[in-house]
C-alpha cells in the first residue's frame, strides 16, 4: 500500500447555471479510514459525490486519488483506477440474477469467466447473499438490493469504495447488518467514503466526519465532536437552538 | 451457462439431423425458400438481438448493412471479378466501418432517439443509392452468371447449397451471440441496458461496448446481404435497402424474445412461414388478406406476450420449478 492519503480533494466548486451547489469544499482521506460526509437535504453531499467520482465535472477544484489527478477522468475510467460507488437511488441489473450482477463488476478485472464465476460466488458468501445467488435483481428487497450493490461494486476490486447514502430506509436489523459488512469491508483494507443521513451508522462507523451546509464545507472532525458543534446545531435545526 | 441435459443434447441433436436433411427429403423448390428465407431472417434478427436485445439500442436500419453487404460484394464481383467470398468479407468490413461511424455521433443516444437516427440514417443510405450512378442507381444490378461451385457462390441446379451455406452462417450468428452473451461483452452490453449511470459506475465505457455491438451487428448483417444478392441474383435499392426489411429484422427478434440467444431464430421460424406462405395463397388477389393476417398475429403476440414466444416459454418453465 502506498503511503499518503487515499483522496484528496482540493477547492472543488460546481455551479448549475446560478446555483452554486458545491463551493471551495476541501477535506482528505486518509488510507484505511471510514470517512463520513454529513448535511441537511440539498446541502450538497451528491454534487460533491459525483464530481469525485467523475458522473460531474467541477467548475473549480482538483481530485487526487492516490497522488494522480483524475479531475477530468471519465466515470468508467475512474472505477478502474480503483474507486468503486453505489448509488443514492438504489441500480441493480434487474433482470440478471443477483451472481451474474456481482459478475459484472468482477468482469472488470479478469476477462476468464470461470474466475469470474469463482470470485463473484466468494463476494456473496462475504455479503451474506450467497443464499439469494440465483434470485432476479429485481425480485429481492431493498436491504438485499442495498447489499447487492456494494457486493457489485467490491467486484470491481476498489480500493476506495464510495456510498450514497446506503443506510437509508434500512429496518434496525438490516442496518445492524450493513454496518457489520462494511466493517468487514473496512477490515479488509478497502477505504470508505460514506455519505449518509442515518446518523446511528455514521456515529458508528466513521473515524472522521465532513459536514456540509449550502454548498460549503462548514466542520470536520471526529463524530463525537462534530455532534456538539454550534455551527452543525445551526445548520441542521436552525438559528433557534444556537444558544 | 448451464450444461445442457441429455434430452436437450437430444433434442438439439435431433433438430440439427432434421435441417441437414430438410432438403434431401423435401421436394419442390418452395419448402427449401421458405426455409431459406427463415434462416435469412433469423440470421438477421440474431445480428439485431445483439445491437436491440442485449444493449437496448433500438436499430431500426439494418437494412442499410443488409444493403452495403449485398452491393458491396456485387460490385466487387461484376467491376472487379472479386470472388463473391472476398466480396462477402468485404461488405462485412465496409458495414462494419459505417456501423461505427455512425455509432460514435450517436454513443450518448437512447432508446427511441437511437432509433429514430438509425431510421434516418438507412433511408439516407436508400437515397443515396437509389442515384447514385456508380451502382446503377434505381435500376438494380443483375449479377454475372457463373457456373455452379461453393467458390462462386453460386448455383443454378438447385437450391440446397444456398439452403446449406445460410444454414451455417445462422449457426454462426447464433454462435457468436452465444458466445457474447456468456462473456464480460453480454454481461456489460445488459448491464449498459439497465443503466448508463449503472455502466459507468462499474466501470465501463459504455461508448466502447455500444460500438462493438453495432460492428458485430453490422458485419453480421452484411453478410446476409451479400447472401441474399447470390441467392437472387438481382439487387435494386427497392428490394434490398428498404425500411420494411429493417421492421421485418425487429419483428423476428421481437416475437421471438429480445435478448434471447434462441428467441430471434424461433420468432423467424413462425414469421417467415406466414408471410410468405399468406403471400403465395392470398396475396395475388390483390386484396392485401395476406398483410392483414401478418398484422392481426403482430397484434396478438405484443398484446398478450410482449417478451415474445421464447419468454413466454421460459417464464413457464421458471414458473414449474
Redesign the interface.
Known sequence: MTAGPCLEVEGITKRFGGLTANEDVSFTVNQGEILSIIGPNGAGKSTLFNCI???YRPDAGKVLFRGKDITTA????I??LGI????QIV??????TVL?NV???T??RT?D?KK?REKAGEILRFAGLYEKRDFLGTNITIADKKRLEVA??L??EPTLLMLDEAMAGLTPVELREMIGLLRKVRENGVTLVIVEHVMEAVMELSDRVVVINSGRKIVEGAPKDIVRNPEVIQAYLGDRYNA | MKKPTVLQAVFYAALLAALLAFPLVVKGTFPTHVMIMVFLFAMMGVAWNILGGYAAMFSFGQAAFFGIGAYTSTILLMNYNVNPWIGLVAGGVLAALMGAAIGIPCSNLRGHYFAIASIAFAEIVRIHFNNWKFVAAAEGLSLPLLPDSLKNFMFHSSKAPYYYIILVFLLLSVLICWYISTNRMGFYLRAIKESHELAKGMGISFVRYRLYAIMISAFLTAMAGTFYAQYILYIDPESVLILPISVQVVLVAMLGGAGTIIGPVIGAAILLPLSEITRVWLGYKGTGVDMMIYGALIMVISAYQPQGVWGYLTSIRRRAK
Do not use: N, P
Not at chain 1, 441500480?91 to 440478471?96: G, K, T, Y
Open positions: 467520482t467523475g458522473f471519465s466515470a468508467h475510467k472505477c478502474k468503486a460507488r453505489t448509488f441500480q441493480v441489473i434487474s433482470d440478471m451474474e459478475m459484472t463488476g468482469f472488470l476477462y469467466r469470474v457489485m461494486a467486484g470491481t
